[in-house]
Nanobody, 114 residues
Framework: VQLQASGGGLVQAGGSLRLSCAASGSIFSIKVMGWYRQAPGKQRELVAHITSIGGTNYVDSVKGRFTISRDNAKNTVYLQMNSLKPEDTAVYSC?????????WGQGTLVTVSS
């Protein structure tokens, strides 16, 4: 499984961004896809995930602001981020879980200015 993330950038507090993660390869084996982030000096945390049947889960700090979704026809998972805060600044990366293991894409930097 190969994952390609895109959509990061610089945005002012209160603004929005949409991240995309395109999957290729053995995508039929993917059970869960998720967005993770790692801020400077902090551990990586799971932001949101979506299962193969559409179930979603979010870390408390983004509930009500972020929405994870998937377009199966495009093999792409999105993370719509609204009402961004400076503390959302981090490198965001996508991951996929399959019965054979976990896969990661490269990160995309999101910077939220105050």
């Amino acid at each position: 499984v190969q994952l390609q993330a895109s959509g990061g950038g610089l945005v002012q507090a209160g603004g929005s961004l949409r991240l995309s993660c395109a999957a290729s390869g053995s995508i039929f084996s993917i059970k869960v896809m998720g967005w993770y982030r790692q801020a400077p000096g902090k551990q990586r945390e799971l932001v949101a995930h979506i299962t193969s049947i559409g179930g979603t889960n979010y870390v408390d700090s983004v509930k009500g602001r972020f929405t994870i979704s998937r377009d199966n026809a495009k093999n792409t998972v999105y993370l719509q981020m609204n009402s961004l805060k400076p503390e959302d600044t981090a490198v965001y990366s996508c991951g996929a879980i399959t019965p054979g293991g976990s896969y990661w894409g490269q990160g995309t930097l999101v910077t939220v200015s105050s």
